[in-house]
């Protein structure tokens, strides 16, 4: 067996398009699909950086931008811990997909003991889920704390679209930029027992837990959640979904596939029925499951990142105030997709492709944001709408963000013989360009380098390359307010607090949604307290606390709080970034 391959990521700054989108068929048993898969990608090539990235994936987004030594040092040391545990959790999975997962790597001249990895979105939620649990000493409040999360995905029906069938779209936001949509695949699987399915995935990840489909009209898009009760036994999101697909017809046969098993880590799944008309979440962790549907007689069901079902929400975590309003802004922007739809402009498979590429602050519907809150994420690797009833999937082709790029359109085929082929017809979508974060414009640059900041803190990369991609961000484009906030956090950081509080007051003028600029206020304030500036750190206090948002709660209270308790220094001047949200704290 080969070692694995020393292939990087794309930067986000390069300007390489993505391979063509390679269609895959295979027959036979899972194991005979498995290798088929491998020597099939062996042949077209573009597998290689995905096979590298997952083994260190999980260490490298525990790790971000962290600045304090041990922060960033303790995800390594964790790690033999760590892969003890996949290795328990592997020894759960279903011995077909197993034997699959053994034969595809085997084909591609990979030693098989690398096939734990499959489980490794599962493995990064629990370590945040034992961290919260536990709180770990100083080192659980920053594993918490990287929790980002942002897939968004929304299914409507009926009147919410043009011809009244049933769509279902949706963003995968996941930290591998320059893996996933550097090399798009779509793979049809015909299996000697069960049901004919498909999947979109990337070259090199023989995963059908990402976005999947299958002939009886069920689609299926799974989505992180983040809660204390985890477990190292049970069913891993690789092979629950990919349950789903090979084996249920109805959403009640999915959510008794979710039922019979233990799940082992915390997630909300999206399922649709093109044969009901209907949808649902079915959402766990390992102590339960919950499933909801559509309000009243709304025809469209969205789904972010938080427990929707209500028994589920004890024990929820919620890394950071900006990731909650991060996943809630999300919903109900997709909320107002559906409710325009009902309104007069009903849903076509590429009006719904772009409202995943939109950029719109929920809030202020007129305003378009870098970051935070919008369904257009730093994470955007692949974004598809699937026609159940048409029987065709619409695959994005273009780099991140995904739903800004191009489109693809396949029809459903289980009837070609085994092989690939790289689909270079043109597209059935062209890349957006309607954005102010678009072309060639210094907003538009500074976008890039923002992108690049967040791809380099999702690969674990020392704090310097991460904040000077954010001050070249913000030098281009001075008055953006995410960019303002992020390069706050980068002259706090390096000790500046006169320029950190100049960047968070300039911010805070500025923006204009309501919690966004609430935050602004709050670091403004924060910043002011240790220059000293009194006055202005009380100016920004009174400034946040005239704000109302449904949550702004928690700001209110540390603004409260710290009138006699302050930050120290210290603390101020170690402020975490998240950049993936356009977050900070």
């Known amino acids: 067996m080969t070692r694995l391959p020393n292939a990087e990521p794309w930067s986000a700054l390069d300007p390489r398009q993505p391979l063509p989108l390679l269609v895959v068929h295979l027959r036979g048993t899972q194991a005979e699909m498995g290798r088929q898969h491998g020597e099939i990608l062996k042949v077209h090539g573009g597998w290689e950086r995905a096979i590298a990235y997952y083994p260190n994936m999980v260490e490298q987004m525990l790790r971000g931008s962290a600045i304090r030594p041990a922060d960033r040092v303790v995800p390594a040391l964790a790690r033999p811990a760590l892969n003890a545990l996949a290795k328990k959790l ?41 961290a919260g649990r536990h709180l770990l000493g100083p080192f659980g409040d920053p594993w918490i704390r990287r929790g980002v999360p942002a897939c968004s995905t929304l299914m409507a029906w009926g009147a919410a679209t043009a011809d009244g069938k049933l769509l279902h779209g949706r963003n995968f936001d996941f930290p591998g930029v320059g893996v996933w949509d ?5 793979v049809f699987c015909s299996p000697d027992q069960g049901l004919r399915y498909g999947f979109a995935t990337c070259r090199g990840a023989d995963v059908a837990a990402i976005s999947s489909f299958n002939e009886a009209g069920l689609v299926v898009t799974p989505h992180t959640r983040l809660h204390k009760d985890i477990a190292f036994s049970g069913a891993a999101i690789a092979d629950l979904c990919h349950d789903i697909a090979r084996k249920c017809r109805t959403i009640g046969e999915a959510e008794a596939v979710v039922r019979e098993r233990k799940v082992a880590s915390t997630w909300g799944i999206a399922v649709s029925s093109a044969r009901e008309g209907r949808s649902a979440v079915i959402e766990a962790h ?3 499951v ?7 007689d709304r025809p469209f069901k969205t789904c972010t990142n938080h427990y929707l079902a209500t028994a589920l929400r004890h024990r929820e975590l919620a890394p950071a105030p900006g990731w909650t309003w991060h996943t809630h802004s999300r919903k109900k922007r997709l909320e107002q997709a559906g409710e325009r739809a009902l309104d007069g402009e009903p849903l076509t498979p590429l009006a719904l492709f772009r409202w995943l590429g939109d950029r719109h602050d929920a809030d202020q519907p007129t305003l378009e944001r870098a970051a935070g809150g919008v369904l257009a994420q730093s994470t955007g690797v692949h974004t598809v709408v699937v026609e159940p009833e048409a029987r065709v999937v619409h695959v994005s082709i273009g780099r991140c963000p995904s739903g800004r790029g191009a489109v693809q359109s396949v029809a459903w085929d289980w009837d070609q013989a085994v092989g690939g082929v790289e689909k270079r017809s043109p ?21 890039r380098h923002y992108l690049r900041a967040a791809q380099l803190e999702a690969q674990g990369s020392k704090p310097k390359p991460v904040e ?37 007051d300039h911010g805070a003028a500025v923006e204009t949604s309501p919690f966004a ?26 400034a946040l606390l005239a704000l109302q948002h449904p949550l702004l709660g928690i700001l209110h209270e540390q603004a409260r709080h710290e009138r006699d308790r302050p930050w120290s220094r210290r603390r101020l001047t170690g402020c975490p970034l998240h950049t993936l949200l356009g977050d900070i704290g």
Not at 290 to 296: I, L, Q, R, S
């Open 182 to 186: 550097a090399a798009p695949e779509l």
């Open 290 to 296: 919950g499933v909801t549907y559509a309000d009243g």
């Open 517 to 542: 600029k609430g935050r602004l206020h709050l670091w403004a304030m924060r910043a002011a307290r240790h220059l000293p500036d009194r006055d202005g750190e009380e100016r920004h206090r009174q």
């Open 427 to 447: 597209p059935s979508l062209l890349p957006a360009s309607d954005s102010v974060y678009d072309g060639d414009t210094a907003l538009g640059h500074a976008y």
């Open 90 to 130: 592997y020894k759960d999975r279903p011995a077909e997909l197993h034997a699959r997962t053994l034969a595809f790597l085997a084909a591609l001249g990979i030693d098989t003991r690398q096939a734990q990895y499959i489980l490794a979105m599962d493995m990064f939620q629990n370590a945040i889920g034992i």
């Open 468 to 504: 000077d991609e954010l001050l070249t961000a913000v030098q281009l484009a001075p008055h953006d307010p995410t960019f303002l906030l992020l390069a706050g956090a980068v002259a706090l950081r390096r000790k500046d607090l006169a320029t950190a509080y100049a960047r968070f």
């Open 286 to 288: 390992a102590a339960g």
